[in-house]
Every structure is written in C-alpha cells, then in structure tokens.
C-alpha cells in the first residue's frame, strides 16, 4: 500500500472546526475499532513523537478534542485532515492540508 492509498482525508466544515471534531468517511470504518462506546485512541500530531490521548467515538465515526490544533494552524472550512493509520485500530498521525482537494 501506498503512502497516498494509506492516508484518509477528511475535510474540515465549520461545525467541525467549532467542536473541535475529525470525522472519518465510512468507507474507511474498517482501519478504526469499532464497538458502542467512546474510547481513547492514541494520535500523533504533524511531525511529532508525542502522543496525545483522543476521544473517538465509533458509532458517529469521529474524533473528538482537536479544537485547539486547528486554532493553532489557522484551520478553515474547506481544509482537510490527513489522517494517516501508524497502527490501525489503535494510533494516528493528524496533519493539516490547507484548501487541497
């Protein structure tokens, strides 16, 4: 698998922006536990080694606590999370794509 195949993108609206959420498209559900209840995952931001504890909820298939991150990198509706599987079901690596498509 590609780099480009392993990444998933997830474009930023302004509801998400305001919640501080990272939605994830169904067609990528199978790289995310699943299960009823919210649960911690572990997710690294930009080029750093520090891992950060997320909330993520896997029956709205979403992220949640990004607010800040996407203050400090001046996100905007129409930007895009690139959320890149470091081991499936368990840690991420976010980074921010501004505008692309």
């Not at 474009?11 to 939605?23: A, D, F, Q, R």
């Not at 995310?32 to 690294?44: A, D, N, Q, W």
Request: net charge positive; no cysteine.
């Amino acid at each position: 698998m590609t780099q480009e195949e392993k990444e998933i993108k997830s474009k930023i609206t302004s509801v998400y922006l305001n919640y501080g959420i990272v939605p994830v498209s169904l067609r990528h559900k199978e790289r995310f536990p699943t299960g009823i209840k919210s649960m911690k995952l572990e997710v690294l931001f930009d080029d750093y080694d520090i891992v950060h504890p997320l909330r993520f909820d896997p029956q709205q298939n979403r992220f949640f606590g990004v607010k800040g991150w996407y203050k400090k990198h001046g996100a905007k509706p129409g930007d895009y999370v690139i959320i890149e599987p470091v081991i499936d079901r368990k840690r991420y690596r976010f980074r921010l794509a501004k505008g692309v498509q």
